[in-house]
């Protein structure tokens, strides 16, 4: 088996590290992390790239949980749907940017921030951890996007507009089996601007968790490829949270990708997530959009440390099994390269590109 470098489309993992506490941070980064991934298995995998995601769990979920130690898992079988107030999230949001950047500090320049395009130039000649800086969810945004700029300084250059509750911006979907993602109603007027600027500052919309009429909003208004980080095919799996032949289609005439989930509930057909999905029912999910769509717009979107994996997958060391079996399974080198690091590193080039600072 050849040796491929791999980049993530989502993980959870600063999540994890919120809930672990400061001492993580060394785990992290010298091994044996209680997580799906650490730095040293990362090394080991070939994993040097990845949207790493600042969640913002609901307060109810962190006092249910008795403290901020024991955060519930963000994709536990039933999460806190309800909104959450801006002044949590910036809060929430502030503290896990924090951490990431304690963490690139003591990393000895081994885990770095991507900020532009040209960042990405030595991603397969050089081992390391690159990382875009994602809030997945806006709530720390302000209605005049006072702080998005701020954000930006700091590195942010992947905003989903929702998590699967609602925010001033637009709706999410949830998370009940089975169901359609055309509920709700599509972008607010804050959620119009707030695509104009991202598409303005060079930070990419993710759309996973987003509404389809939101969704179709965003495929109306933006001028950048269509990225959902981490979901799954609603043809084979009919979450909510999954897409629509016509989604896929959008995302592919976009020149943009969706990052293939390892998440059970989101690939499994029964959508259950308290039992394990195979590496073959996640090779459905990839071939499905290499047969229909094009094997240009398709990448791995893991979910690792926000949701139940597939066992045999098990943890970010699992993305070898995954390449062999897709090996197995008739992929070619050529096509492999592109599924696990060359069209993310297409598309987020395509879009930091044009960043002007
Ligand atoms: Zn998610």
């Known amino acids: 088996m050849k040796n491929y470098p791999v980049f993530d489309g989502h993980n959870d993992t600063l999540l994890k ?16 992390l209680d997580a799906h991934i650490d730095r040293v298995r990362a090394k080991s995998t070939g994993y040097r790239g990845a949207f790493f995601a600042v969640f913002t769990p609901s307060k109810k979920s962190i006092s249910q949980s008795g403290s901020r130690t024991m955060l519930p898992a963000q994709h536990a079988l039933k999460p806190d749907m309800s909104p959450i107030p801006r002044s949590h999230a910036v809060n929430f949001t502030n503290d896990t940017i924090n951490l990431l950047h304690r963490i690139i500090g003591l990393s000895k320049g081994t885990i770095a921030l991507i900020n532009k ?21 806006a709530e720390a945004i302000d209605a005049r996007f006072n702080n998005l700029q701020r954000y930006y300084k700091k590195g942010l250059r992947s905003l989903g507009l929702v998590w699967s509750r609602r925010n001033i911006f637009g709706s999410g979907v949830s998370l009940d089996f089975p169901g359609s993602p055309d509920v709700g109603p599509g972008l607010s007027e804050y959620g119009i601007e707030l695509v104009k600027r991202c598409n303005q500052l060079g930070i990419i919309l993710d759309l996973a968790h987003l509404n389809e009429k939101g969704f179709w909003d965003v495929a109306r208004l933006s001028v950048k490829p269509l990225v959902v980080s981490h979901a799954g095919i609603h043809r084979l799996c009919p979450s909510p949270r999954n897409l629509s032949d016509r989604q896929l289609e959008a995302i592919a005439n976009s020149n943009g990708i969706t990052g293939i989930t390892f998440a059970n509930g989101l690939i499994r057909a029964d959508g259950r997530i308290d039992l394990s999905a195979t590496l073959n029912d996640i090779i459905d999910h990839i071939d499905y959009i290499r047969k229909h769509f094009g094997i240009d717009y398709v990448g791995f979107g893991s979910d690792f440390d926000g949701a139940r994996i597939a066992e045999q997958l098990g943890d970010v060391t699992g993305i070898l099994k995954l390449i062999e079996k897709l090996e197995e399974r008739g992929f070619t080198e050529h096509e492999l390269r592109k599924i696990c690091y060359a069209n993310w590193l297409r598309v987020i080039k395509e879009t930091l590109a044009s960043h002007r600072c």
């Open 17 to 32: 590290l919120m809930r672990l506490g400061a001492s993580s941070i060394e785990q992290f980064l010298h091994g044996n």
């Open 117 to 137: 395009a040209e960042d990405l130039k030595t991603f397969t000649q050089v081992p390391g951890l690159s990382i875009i800086l994602h809030l997945e969810g």
